[in-house]
């Protein structure tokens, strides 16, 4: 293409047919990652753009720089991409958008919301028109009634998390905040639970090594938890080692957003997703699609009687019995975050720790019993205690202790192979709130169980 073509802009699809050739583009960027240092010197970044012409699946655009200072920093999936002078290249079979360093140029303008048709970025050999306005103004009409076809089942809920796996997520940004000096979490929902995950089979190791409540050094506090849904998990995110300053600025709370590649961990029994430098964010409209049926699924399960209940517990044989069973069960964020210190609860939650463990340490010297259990269930985790007569109504009396022992391995889900995981049943709770000084009602709140029995 010669420089009496610099006003010609081809359509994606005419561009594929131009092979080996250097074309002028613009698109909407549905999808892009992180810059990255390639083998040699130079760095490189990866976007995925659309128009009118080609709105499925895209053509990947790789744009190549000196510096990562001069690279595209993108500041929302949606935004409009120019590219002059880019040559189009296959690979794999794929036909994809290459930058070269030395001639070509882009610019970056905001999507259909922009009000202005100035760029927010530009490269170094880039130089406006005046038709740039034209195209500009034509494709934030466009992208109006634009939805990205993707394909509902190619993002993962939250419930079909595995550990070890990277999948793509749909999911609402509830918080972000610092963890840590210079490291930072993100806490992404949507709805639905999470599988609950095996245990470590020494139970002993929770004397030195305790189960956390969190993953975050420090507890959340009550006022922002309450801002939490009560109902689906909360999934922890951090950022792989050199990515946190590539994402941090383009995650807002309140958003819904869409990861490509998240590696799904397992820490401290809970889930860890982890943004690395394969990780893309992609295009997600207020009325996308996906984060509609996510809604919607919420809004069924909220208006449903086991709405509240874990999903992973059906079909489930009751091991323990519950004196209000007309009472209707919430989850332990809903315990966490109720309006008053006082009150009363039923919940379905499991044990993943007790201290003490050891069935003949299970009452104090004079036969009172006294355990903290660690309950937890897909929304967060607390510690509640079984005191007195409360644990003599749980217990059935004060059997022996082999029969304890068995009710204590049920409970936590010890398994009858010594080098099997523990997988703790569900198990229904009645939980009352109290505190412990009056001056300090709110920072001194604790949980009891009370009117339960285990089987």
Sequence with gaps: MG????????????AIAAVNQKVNLIGVIIEFGVPKKTRGTDWICTLKIVDESHPKPGISVNIFAES???????VSAGDI??????VMKTHCGEVNVVFNKRFSSFALYEGKDGKDFLPYQVS????????DKKFIEGLRKWLVDFQLDEGLSNFSFLREIKEGDRID????????????KDEWMVFLWDGTDAPPISLPTKLEDDLSNPVPLQLEPVALQRDLLCTFPAVGTILRVIFDQGMQNQYLHLLHSGKWV???????EVKSGFWLGILTSFTKLRYTPNDDQLISVRQRLYNERLSSERGCIPYWCFPWSRITEVDYDDVPFVTLMDVLTYSEVTAKFKCVARVVAALPWQAEDLRSPLGTYRIRLTLEDPTTRIHALLY????????DGYPSTDVLRLKMNKLLGVAVSDNAPRTPPWAQFCLKSYYLSKNEAWGSRQYRIFGTKLE
């Design 3 to 14: 420089d009496s073509d610099d006003y010609k802009f081809l359509q994606i699809r005419d």
């Design 68 to 74: 990562m200072e001069k690279l595209p920093h993108v």
């Design 81 to 86: 991409i120019q590219l002059s002078h880019v």
């Design 124 to 131: 170094s050999k880039f130089r406006p028109r005046d038709l």
């Design 169 to 180: 997520l749909a999911c609402k940004i509830v918080h972000i905040c610092e963890v840590a």
């Design 258 to 264: 869409k990861f490509v590649n998240v590696l799904c």
């Design 388 to 395: 007195g007569e409360d644990g003599e109504k749980f217990f």
